[in-house]
């Protein structure tokens, strides 16, 4: 069993729509250059303007 990680070592990138920062997930592996959002709810308001 590989030596577990720290969140604190685990890449991040900050969110295209609020700005804040999120940490790489594994569901995101295959994909993580492509991510830009932290979650659903900001990939839907990614077009709106306020």
Same mark, same amino acid.
């Given at each position: 069993?590989?030596?577990? $990680?720290? +969140? /604190? &070592?685990?890449? /991040?990138?900050? #969110? /295209?729509?609020? %700005? $804040?920062?999120? /940490? =790489?997930?594994r569901k =995101?592996?295959?994909? =993580? &250059? @492509?991510?830009?959002? #932290?979650?659903d $709810? #900001?990939?839907? @308001?990614? %077009? +709106? +303007?306020?």
């Amino acid at each position: 069993m590989p030596p577990m $990680r720290r +969140k /604190a &070592d685990l890449p /991040a990138k900050t #969110c /295209a729509t609020c %700005g $804040r920062p999120f /940490a =790489w997930r594994r569901k =995101w592996a295959a994909v =993580w &250059d @492509e991510v830009r959002y #932290c979650s659903d $709810r #900001c990939r839907r @308001e990614r %077009g +709106k +303007k306020t």
